[in-house]
Antibody, heavy 119, light 110 residues
Framework: EVQLVESGGGLVKPGGSLRLSCAASGFTFSSYSMNWVRQAPGKGLEWVSS????????YYADSVKGRFTISRDNAKNSLYLQMNSLRAEDTAVYYC????????????WGQGTLVTVSS | QSVLTQPPSVSAAPGQKVTISCSGS????????VSWYQQLPGTAPKLLIYENNKRPSGIPDRFSGSKSGTSATLGITGLQTGDEADYYCGTWDSSLSGGVFGGGTKLTVL
């Protein structure tokens, strides 16, 4: 069964840092591009970042560029999102999703991990 | 304000048909594939339609997608109460070099 499991969310103060992880199983992780999408409480979906299978191509939303870093470890079947200089507006459930950004075919999605930025 | 425009809500009776529109521009919908996602309350989004009109395995043919110019449409026939959810369109924006989603449409099956 193809599965994605996020972890690493929690409560952090403004200006702080957090590292999210996404553990993949049930498929050849190294063959797929991966993505992070977030959803603020009661709001819609917002694309955050995408990374190609070999990490050759990386894209960020303007809202996180320069503060967030996406990475992956194909040997560990894991995707990461390093989040620095966190702001209140970064509060959201963060989902990882498998799939290519150019087709926007994201399938499946993980269950999400909640990040709360508050003093 | 979202780059892609969707109606905030639609409603219809069980058994009826509903369509949800998604409007964009030449830099996104006009030149890239459109996907549609269903988000049931309290759950993660699920892929419904990809590459404008293709259904992943397991998605019933009650769900359909189409694209014309800079707009896309999701159609749902034979509405069921279990279809009550938020629906999002999404695509790549070549000018932004980033992904974009619509604001979401809440479907109510009366």
């Amino acid at each position: 069964e193809v599965q994605l499991v996020e972890s690493g969310g929690g409560l952090v103060k403004p200006g702080g840092s957090l590292r999210l992880s996404c553990a993949a199983s049930g498929f050849t992780f190294s063959s797929y591009s991966m993505n992070w999408v977030r959803q603020a409480p009661g709001k819609g979906l917002e694309w955050v970042s995408s990374i190609s299978s070999s990490s050759s191509y990386i894209y960020y939303a303007d809202s996180v560029k320069g503060r967030f870093t996406i990475s992956r470890d194909n040997a560990k079947n894991s995707l990461y999102l390093q989040m620095n200089s966190l702001r209140a507006e970064d509060t959201a459930v963060y989902y990882c999703a498998r799939g290519s950004w150019y087709s926007f075919r994201f399938d499946p999605w993980g269950q999400g991990t909640l990040v709360t930025v508050s003093s | 304000q979202s780059v892609l425009t969707q109606p905030p809500s639609v409603s219809a009776a069980p058994g009826q048909k509903v369509t949800i529109s998604c409007s964009g521009s030449s830099s996104n919908i006009g030149n890239n594939y459109v996907s549609w996602y269903q988000q049931l309350p309290g759950t993660a989004p699920k892929l419904l339609i990809y590459e404008n009109n293709k259904r992943p395995s397991g998605i019933p043919d009650r769900f359909s997608g189409s694209k014309s110019g800079t707009s896309a449409t999701l159609g749902i026939t034979g509405l069921q109460t279990g279809d009550e959810a938020d629906y999002y369109c999404g695509t790549w924006d070549s000018s932004l070099s980033g992904g974009v989603f619509g604001g979401g449409t809440k479907l109510t099956v009366l």
